[in-house]
């Protein structure tokens, strides 16, 4: 371990309450509410040490700001995962990529029981009225945003069976429906896509479409009148995946040969509308869809292929590689995808390494939009973990970075000011490792500038998260 970015992938079991930050700068007196962090802290059980980034257990931040001053606390989320760790000092519950020695009747138990191995380390969003945890599992947990206290695991009111579920569900902006895409696995597997009225804790069925091997999808795209799947040629066997005695990351196989499909389903009745095959690429997080005429337009984070998912092993991110590569390459693309025919095409829509991207969204999902804000790679310095934060000017194709050495900035979450006319008219949040002082920060930006508007100093080092969420207070 050196006393760089490599901070952010060690343990922090400190847990804080109610603890007043030391504020540089002057916080917008309008900005009122709290952010809500989530991402691995603890990296070791017991005396074995967790695998990839992704197994890390849980741990929410918040930090909630309030008449230009910042309160900050951070508890582990009470998982199946957490619990068992701590109970008996050893893991109990396969991960992504770790995995206890179960007996297989243990494995099948852990894909047909939703309740076991629930390390919801990734995002938190609002569902009804409950505040929750996501990881790649059908069942979020809720949480209390003011205590960040674990309520426990979510129960649907309904039947439907699922395996797994994305960590970002979609907000339908008209009925205020979750919509999300999961997996069923069995003798006929399926893609399934659910959605969830405002008030009410029953899934209901919008689509199934059976698939012999599911392709592992992290994130997908709502537009209008479509929920849209890319199927990336990262696939898992259902049978072997019981069978293999590997963990779920050592059952994906990528299979270039299939390429990406595009699957466009329509949301009024389920239907397969098309697919749409273009050479292989794969993803994580899509940006944004919408309809242009007869083309869906479909902006997401491409990389060539899913070694990325190699690349975030603890191990190879602790020791990076001779050539000091951490990050395998991506691009920001607009997939244009022709509904009545012809060739999916993609352009690029900006020369940066972007990960984490986010965009205003309440002005602009499913809309013709101009700005994305990501974590970036700083030109200077390629040979380093990511290291700036960015924001894309997709209309003109420029991009504008807040740098600062030694910094390691996490996902940008924007907040729109109040009566905003600008789309980029208000502040960007980001938790900041500040590997120099091993310590983190609050770093508040401008949304229209992108330069510091304040700082929060955290009272300990904060471990790289994934996701967050504003919740206006
Ligand atoms: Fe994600």
Partial sequence: MTDGYQQGFATQDQELSGVSLQ???????WLQGTLVRNGPAKFEVGEHGLRHWFDGLAMLHSFTIEAGCVQYVNKFIDSPSYRYAQEHGRLGYSEFATDPCRSIFKRVATLFRPKFGINTSVSVSKLA?????????????????????????????????????????????TTGDTINVSLRFGATSAYVVYKMPANSS?????????????????????????????????????????????????????????????LVIRKAD?????????????????????EHGDELIVDLIAYPDANVIQALYLDVLREPRADGVVHPPNELRRYHVPLSGGAVWHETLADEWLELPRVNYE?????????VYGTGLSKQRRDDFSNQLVKIDVEQRTATAWYEPGCYPGEPVFVPAPHAVEEDEGVVLSVVLDARHNTSFLLVL??????????????????FGFHGEFFAG
């Fill in 23 to 29: 504020v540089n700068g002057l916080l917008p007196s």
């Fill in 363 to 371: 002005r602009c999902h499913m809309r013709p939009y101009r700005f």
């Fill in 202 to 262: 029953r899934r209901q069925l919008v689509a199934s479409m059976p698939v012999r091997e599911p392709a592992y999808m992290h994130s997908f795209a709502l537009t209008d009148a479509y929920v849209v799947l890319a199927e990336y040629p990262l696939v898992v066997n259902p049978r072997r995946l019981l069978l293999s005695g590997k963990p779920f990351a050592e059952n994906l196989q990528w299979q270039p040969e299939r390429g990406t499909q595009f």
């Fill in 270 to 290: 389920g239907a397969l509308v098309g697919r749409y095959r273009c050479p292989a690429f794969f993803c994580f997080h899509h940006v944004n869809a919408f």
């Fill in 446 to 463: 401008d949304g229209r500038t992108f330069s510091e508007v304040a700082r929060a100093a955290a009272p300990h080092r904060i471990p």
């Fill in 129 to 173: 009225d409950q505040f929750v945890a996501w990881t790649e599992m059908p069942h979020p947990i809720e949480f209390d945003p003011q205590s960040l206290r674990t309520i426990g695991v979510v129960d649907f009111a309904d039947d439907l069976k699922l395996h797994t579920a994305t960590p970002h569900p979609h907000l339908e902006p």
